[in-house]
């Protein structure tokens, strides 16, 4: 079975630093990967994903993320954090036939002015 | 405007008296799916639906029932709530099955007493 992790649950970073979130995946062959957005009383906003080929990926929000196999990792990165950032971020792999998404636990991003 | 509607938003009960949440989706789509998302768990998989009159088991079912009669509404029945059962629940469609972006609720807030 297909597992995610996020090893970061909380991440503090001031406007217009950079930023990366990790995640980790297991899965035995290539994986389908994603990286949602969630903000506050909100739902889920896909951000970007990765099914095959290029394994850099850009998303919306000015965000990209780069699937390294050798490493089972798919990270997040902005070059310039927003104020309007702050919020929680799942990374997600899909696997098999039965459109089956596992997330990860998710990463709370807070964003100092 | 594409979205998918969850109601209600909020909902307080007491353990054992049935409820239904409701959802709906306005972009014809063939998948739909129920996570619950707990602290510190991310989200999980309750039952999903490839089409209509078709679903099946996510991660975790126990105490929750589904049904698909018409393509655009997938409701989560509790028959008999419990205290565990408390969360955050979602509801996700998507055009296919396999790995087309997931379109999320804004979520329906359950506390059971």
């Known amino acids: 079975a297909q597992s995610v992790t996020q090893p970061d649950i909380h991440i503090t970073v001031s406007e217009g630093a950079s930023l990366e979130l990790r995640c980790n995946y297991s899965?035995?062959?290539?994986?389908?990967l994603f990286w949602y957005v969630q903000s506050p009383g909100q739902g889920l906003q896909l951000l970007l994903k990765?099914?095959?080929?290029?394994?850099l990926v850009q998303g919306i929000k000015g965000f990209e993320a780069e699937f390294k196999r050798s490493q089972s990792s798919f990270n997040l990165r902005k070059p310039s954090v927003h104020w309007s950032d702050a919020a929680e971020y799942f990374c997600?792999?899909?696997?098999?036939?039965?459109?089956?998404?596992?997330f990860g636990t998710g990463t709370r991003l807070q964003v100092t002015l | 405007e594409a979205q998918v509607t969850q109601n209600p938003r909020y909902l307080i009960t007491v353990t054992g008296k049935k409820l239904t949440v409701t959802c709906s989706q306005n972009?014809?789509?063939?998948?739909m799916s129920w996570y619950r998302q707990d602290p510190g768990l991310g989200l999980r998989q309750i039952y999903y639906?490839?089409?209509?009159?078709?679903?099946d088991k996510g991660d975790v079912p126990e105490g929750y029932k589904v049904s698909r009669k018409e393509k655009r509404n997938f409701p989560l029945i509790l028959e008999s709530p419990s205290p565990n059962q408390t969360s955050l629940y979602f509801c996700?469609?998507?055009?296919?099955?396999?790995?087309?972006?997931?379109?999320f609720g804004a979520g329906t807030r359950l506390s059971v007493l």
């Open positions: 997600a792999v899909g696997a098999g036939t039965a459109s089956k998404l596992t």
């Open positions: 639906s490839m089409n209509v009159e078709v679903t």
């Open positions: 996700a469609s998507s055009l296919s099955i396999g790995f087309d972006i997931q379109y």
């Open positions: 990765y099914f095959s080929g290029d394994t």
């Open positions: 899965y035995g062959a290539t994986p389908y």
């Open positions: 972009m014809n789509h063939e998948y």
